[in-house]
């Protein structure tokens, strides 16, 4: 398993975990799969980490699974539907895990992010990507069904339905400028400014309070499938009531001055 990924602390509060196989533009083999669900589990209960960014060594972001040398873990079509349903839920629940993590995960998308690297993608709370990114639903390409690893909840929330069913079912490569014109991503930036930039935006995550961005964190998945006003309110009357009560917003009450966004 060594070697798959890369975790740096930049600076206190931030941990930048980065797919390392670049020579396979990161496609994730089984060592990866592996080595990733076990870093996002200590990050998960990590209370040094704020916020984490997620990017790729190289040229890439992630290529999806690594078709040609996953390792011996891969199932053929004559394997039991069972045992190939179990294959796919061990790939899915690394997209449950990176939605789970209580930190605010950046994706930094520096090439191409296909596949299963497009689910953790869009798995994270926010993107960013050079001008060198592109994305893309290679499943639909392989015959398959373009609907994996959460494809089919995230990213007709976030691009709307209409333009999550162009991009899922044809399968096409997805540019930069397309991704940021669709909503896809926050921002865009050059190559050689995108690790800097995320670990910008993260620093402004982790200097807040760890609980105030984590039910932030929270309040946004949940409501993202509110069943009304109501029951939105409901999750964000609960958390303001939670998070005014603690010793860190009390601090920062004090210290507010009117005209402060910082």
Request: with cysteine.
């Amino acid at each position: 398993m060594a070697g798959t990924l890369e975790v740096d602390r930049p600076r206190d509060g931030i941990a930048v975990v980065r797919l390392n196989r670049p020579e396979r533009l990161n496609a994730i083999n089984e060592a990866m799969q592996t080595e990733l669900r076990e870093t996002l589990a200590d990050l998960s209960v990590d209370r040094g980490v704020h916020a984490i960014v997620l990017t790729g060594a190289g040229r890439g972001f992630c290529a999806g699974i690594d078709m040609r040398d996953f390792g011996p873990g891969m199932l053929d079509a004559s394997a039991p539907a069972l045992d190939r349903m179990r294959f796919q839920e061990k790939m899915a629940a690394l997209t449950e895990a990176v939605r789970a993590l209580p930190q605010p995960v950046i994706a930094a998308v520096n090439g191409p992010c296909v596949g299963a690297g497009f689910a953790l993608c869009l798995a994270s709370d926010i993107r960013i990507c050079s001008t060198a990114a592109s994305f893309g639903n290679a499943a639909i390409l392989l015959g398959l069904s373009g609907a994996e690893m959460g494809m089919s909840y995230h990213l007709p929330r976030i691009v709307g339905t209409s333009v999550a069913a162009d991009w899922m079912l044809s399968g096409r490569t997805v540019s930069a400028a397309e991704a940021d014109r669709r909503g896809l991503v926050s921002e865009v930036v050059e190559p050689e400014a995108l690790t800097d930039r995320a670990v910008e935006l993260a620093s402004l995550i982790a200097d807040l309070s760890p609980l105030g961005v984590q039910l932030t964190k929270r309040a946004l998945q949940v409501n993202t499938d509110a069943a009304s006003l109501s029951s939105a309110l409901e999750l964000e009357n609960r958390n303001q009531v939670i998070s005014h009560a603690s010793d860190e917003a009390a601090t920062r009450r004090q210290k507010w001055s009117p005209g402060q966004t910082q």
